[in-house]
């Protein structure tokens, strides 16, 4: 089937204007619509692209993970790819995806999963060697990341050398760097004071402070961590599940979310985004949704990857809550 040039001119238009975002939301960290109107562009083509696979191309935003590495920066192979996470954006979508897991498993059985708050800052994966901290670096675009080293030593709560038993010849620790609610109040109130640009949300306030070139700047700004994962370890066997991964990684003093829950079948993964989602205002931290794993390390082998993301993981995203209004609210005041 030929597909019409309206099609394909939407699907050009589409990734021109994805792209256009990525790059100032992962490098310039300067976004310029709300995530909600990105999340409805990237949907729009990926199901362009779902109904018409011809207009797929290799390089299209759908097919790559986020940013790229600022040239400011050392650039850094992560010895394990990091990925990005497939979104849903309601109880259809989340059952379909459970769905797909069980398929593929070929299982009936309710599936384990590990849920958590998904946190709204920027991924980092942390490289302990011996049990010292040698380097940190950031997504970038899933393969090579930005050496903000000398910036994640200045966050109190990263374990500069990890403790307890069991520590791997090398371990990369995964996990989100993000910004407190209050701490972001506190921050910006003071660019006010000083004349300086404001940032537009928690988020943008994290990702400005961990990149920065001086790392006195880092060390000012109330950035905190939860870790999530582990990437390549060497030495010591990948842990059986993802629960067991967490209290492995608490264990050695890394900081966990204390929301974190082991869940059997999908029942239990509604009630819990429901639940959190009713806490969300109440949290210290801004949240932007769930994320559910299947938490054994076996299965999760099985389900394997698509291009950007696991097959074994998907991100339930709540409803937005800033909209472009504050951004322009905020750029006035500057
Ligand atoms: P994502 O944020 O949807 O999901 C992947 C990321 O989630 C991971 O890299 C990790 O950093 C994070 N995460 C948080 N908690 C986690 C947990 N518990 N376990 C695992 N991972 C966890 O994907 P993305 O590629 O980082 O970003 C895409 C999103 O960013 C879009 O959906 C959009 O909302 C936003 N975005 C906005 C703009 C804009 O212009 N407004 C541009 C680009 C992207």
């Not at 097919?63 to 259809?92: C, T, Y």
């Not at 994962?229 to 059986?240: D, K, S, V």
């Not at 931290?285 to 993301?309: H, M």
Request: glycine share 6%; net charge negative; proline share 5%.
């Amino acid at each position: 089937m030929t597909i019409s040039t309206e099609v394909q001119q939407r699907a050009a238009t589409l990734r021109e204007l994805i792209n256009h975002y990525n790059y100032l939301y992962y490098v310039t960290d300067n976004p310029e619509v709300p995530d909600a109107e990105y999340d409805r562009l990237f949907s729009e083509l990926q199901q362009l692209e779902q109904t018409h696979p011809e207009l797929l191309t290799a390089d299209s935003p759908t097919q790559r993970v986020g940013g790229e590495v600022l040239d400011k920066f050392a650039e850094i192979e992560h010895a394990m790819p990091m990925l990005s996470l497939d979104n849903v954006f309601d109880q259809e979508a989340l059952t379909a995806f459970d769905k797909r897991v069980r398929d593929w498993l070929n299982t009936d059985q309710p599936q384990i999963y590990a849920a958590e708050p998904k946190l709204d800052g920027l991924a980092i994966s942390i490289r302990y060697e011996q049990g010292v901290l040698v380097q940190a670096a950031t997504r970038g675009d899933g393969n090579y990341g930005e050496d903000v080293t000398a910036n994640v030593r200045t966050i109190k709560s990263v374990p500069l050398k990890l403790s307890g038993d069991n520590i791997p010849a090398i371990v990369e620790v995964r996990g989100e760097i993000f910004m407190p609610k209050d701490g972001f109040e506190r921050l910006n109130q003071s660019q006010l004071d000083n004349n300086k640009k404001v940032f537009v949300n928690p988020r943008n306030a994290a990702a400005g402070s961990l990149r920065q070139l001086d790392s006195k700047i880092t060390a000012t700004r109330p950035l905190e961590i939860y870790c999530y994962g582990i990437g390549y370890i060497e030495g010591a066997a990948r842990p059986a599940s993802h629960t067991e991964a967490m209290s492995m990684i608490a264990n050695w003093g890394c900081r966990i979310s204390p929301e974190l829950k082991k869940l059997e079948g999908l029942e239990a993964c509604h009630r819990y985004i429901e639940q959190l989602g009713e806490r969300r205002d109440s949290l210290a931290y801004d949240i932007d949704g769930v994320v559910l794993k299947v938490d054994n390390t076996a299965l999760q082998e099985r389900l394997g990857f698509v291009s950007r993301a696991p097959r074994w993981a998907i991100a339930y995203k709540f409803p937005a809550q800033e909209e472009m209004t504050t951004i322009e609210d905020i750029e006035i005041q500057v």
